[in-house]
Nanobody, 126 residues
Framework: QVQLVESGGGLVQAGDSLRLSCAASGRTFNSYAMGWFRRTPGKEREFVAHISWNGGIRYVADSVKGRFTISRDNAKNTLYLQMDSLKPDDTAVYYC???????????????????WGQGTQVTVSS
């Protein structure tokens, strides 16, 4: 089983970019599909993006499509989220998560992700 640690969050202005990283411990990172979620106070956790174990399948939420890119480097045991053209509405705690399966049509279902990081705060000022 892997453990996940996010980094790269911070305070930026609208229009800026940030790249989040999710470092995984353990030798089985490349056997997991991965996802990014985010949560703002008073709201449920929201799906952001998903990537298959080898990066061949990538899926992003409509709210971030064209601005956010998910990627992974299995040699470095690291997941990334490149966030461009950030908006104040993107302000949230961002979490990476891992799941052992990769069934189409279920990428946004957070209950299918069974390993979670502690989150990293992203704040976008207007």
């Amino acid at each position: 089983q892997v453990q996940l640690v996010e980094s790269g969050g911070g305070l930026v202005q609208a229009g800026d970019s940030l790249r989040l990283s999710c470092a995984a411990s353990g030798r089985t990172f490349n056997s997991y599909a991965m996802g990014w979620f985010r949560r703002t106070p008073g709201k449920e956790r929201e799906f952001v993006a998903h990537i298959s174990w080898n990066g061949g399948i990538r899926y992003v939420a409509d709210s971030v499509k064209g601005r956010f890119t998910i990627s992974r480097d299995n040699a470095k045991n690291t997941l990334y989220l490149q966030m461009d053209s950030l908006k104040p509405d993107d302000t949230a705690v961002y979490y990476c998560a891992a799941r052992p399966d990769d069934y189409s049509g279920t990428y946004s279902n957070e209950r299918l992700y069974d390993i979670w990081g502690q989150g990293t705060q992203v704040t976008v000022s207007s």
